[in-house]
Structure formats: structure tokens, C-alpha cells
T-cell receptor, first 119, second 115 residues
Framework: AQTVTQSQPEMSVQEAETVTLSCTYD???????LFWYKQPPSRQMILVIR??????QNATENRFSVNFQKAAKSFSLKISDSQLGDTAMYFC????????????????FGKGTKLSVKP | NAGVMQNPRHLVRRRGQEARLRCSPM?????VYWYRQLPEEGLKFMVY????????ESGMPKERFSAEFPKEGPSILRIQQVVRGDSAAYFC?????????????FGPGTRLTVT
């Protein structure tokens, strides 16, 4: 069974600085997806970034980038130039590609890291 | 193109009542996933449905919980005889195909409070 672990329950960062959130996972599969979701106080789940395991290049979306270490099963999120609007819970998630007639496809989430950006 | 819609956004039920949560997937999406988020926890998978079929209900409690996704209309998550432990946020996500985790779009969630 797959598991996702986020070892930092809470973190804080000063506005405009850089912060890295950690995530490790466990799987015996070779092809899978990894995600970071942001959940602000509104509780809406917002996809921040997605990584496909077969791609060696780390995904980047504006100020958000990941450090994907497949052998170490590590998937950290780096937020550059932190903004007050980045304050939220951040969830790391793992998922498998769907298979015809199969049941895979649901996401497995870590427990989250609460990030506070201070002015 | 409207996103995934869930209603109601907030639902209050007394112990023993029934709760019905609705999810309308994005237009053209025929796959729906339901997740539950307990306080201070991440989301946990409950059930995966395609139109008129339950594909995977391995995360669903064996009793009191049921889900459906009819040919017409929204997907419904039904909780009978609610208890305080059912208080949580319930999210659905939709996908256009059976590509699984690659493409899921989340709704805003329904927060269920059992008094």
C-alpha cells in the first residue's frame, strides 16, 4: 500500500523569503503522479503543482517548484518570494494512473503542513 | 466551463438524521471521487464512481454510507443515522476519463456538522 508522510506539522516564513516543505512517500510502483495541493481557510483544494514520476525534470509553476528525488522517494515543495496569500495548509498527494477496468486513480494524501507567512 | 459544484456547502444534522451530499461534476466528466477530511487531517478516499457504476468503494465505511452516480443528475453521497464522528468536510473530485490520478478537479466541499 502507498503512504505519504509530511513530517512538518507547521512552518512559518517571512514575507519575500523562501521556504521548503517536505514530503516522502512509499510505493512499489514505478509510474505514478505526485501533487502539492493548497488549502486556504476557505477549504477549497487548489492544485499547486504536479509531477509525473517518469519525468526527470522537476516541475515548476511560477514561484513554486519541486525537488523530486525518485530513488529517495522524496518530493519537496519550494516556495520562493513568499506572499501573505500563500498562508494555507499544504498537502502532498500520491496517485496512480487509471487502468482500464481497474480501481486505481484515487489520491492518497499526507496529513498536511500548516504554512504561515508573516509580514 | 463551470467547475465541480457541491451542495450544500454547509449542512447541520442532528444525531440519527440522514445527510445527503450532492456533487455535480464538470461538464463532460463522467468519473467522480469522494473524499472525507476529518479535522486536522488530510483527505481520505471513500469511493470512486462512473456513471451508474461503483468502481471502487474500498474507503467507504461498511454501514450507513452509500453513494450513487445516476445516468442523469449529480452524484449523491448518503449518510444514514449520522453520528458525531461523521462531522467532517466531504469533497468530491471529477475526472474526464479513466486516467485516474492524473486529472482530478476538486469541488469546494460540504462541511457536515452533527449536533
Amino acid at each position: 500500500a502507498q503512504t505519504v508522510t509530511q513530517s512538518q506539522p507547521e512552518m512559518s516564513v517571512q514575507e519575500a523569503e523562501t521556504v521548503t516543505l517536505s514530503c516522502t512517500y512509499d510505493t512499489s510502483e514505478s509510474n505514478y503522479y505526485l501533487f502539492w495541493y493548497k488549502q486556504p481557510p476557505s477549504r477549497q483544494m487548489i492544485l499547486v503543482i504536479r509531477q509525473e514520476a517518469y519525468k526527470q525534470q522537476n516541475a515548476t509553476e511560477n514561484r513554486f517548484s519541486v525537488n523530486f528525488q525518485k530513488a529517495a522517494k522524496s518530493f519537496s515543495l519550494k516556495i520562493s518570494d513568499s506572499q501573505l496569500g500563500d498562508t494555507a495548509m499544504y498537502f502532498c498527494a500520491f496517485g496512480l494512473p487509471g487502468r482500464v477496468g481497474g480501481s486505481q486513480g484515487n489520491l492518497i494524501f499526507g496529513k498536511g503542513t500548516k504554512l504561515s507567512v508573516k509580514p | 466551463n463551470a467547475g465541480v459544484m457541491q451542495n450544500p456547502r454547509h449542512l447541520v444534522r442532528r444525531r440519527g438524521q440522514e445527510a445527503r451530499l450532492r456533487c455535480s461534476p464538470m461538464k463532460g466528466h463522467s468519473h467522480v471521487y469522494w473524499y472525507r477530511q476529518l479535522p486536522e487531517e488530510g483527505l481520505k478516499f471513500m469511493v470512486y464512481l462512473q456513471k451508474e457504476n461503483i468502481i471502487d468503494e474500498s474507503g467507504m465505511p461498511k454501514e450507513r454510507f452509500s453513494a450513487e452516480f445516476p445516468k442523469e443528475g449529480p452524484s449523491i453521497l448518503r449518510i444514514q443515522q449520522v453520528v458525531r464522528g461523521d462531522s467532517a468536510a466531504y469533497f468530491c473530485a471529477s475526472s474526464p476519463s479513466g486516467q485516474g490520478a492524473g486529472e482530478q478537479y476538486f469541488g469546494p466541499g460540504t462541511r457536515l456538522t452533527v449536533t
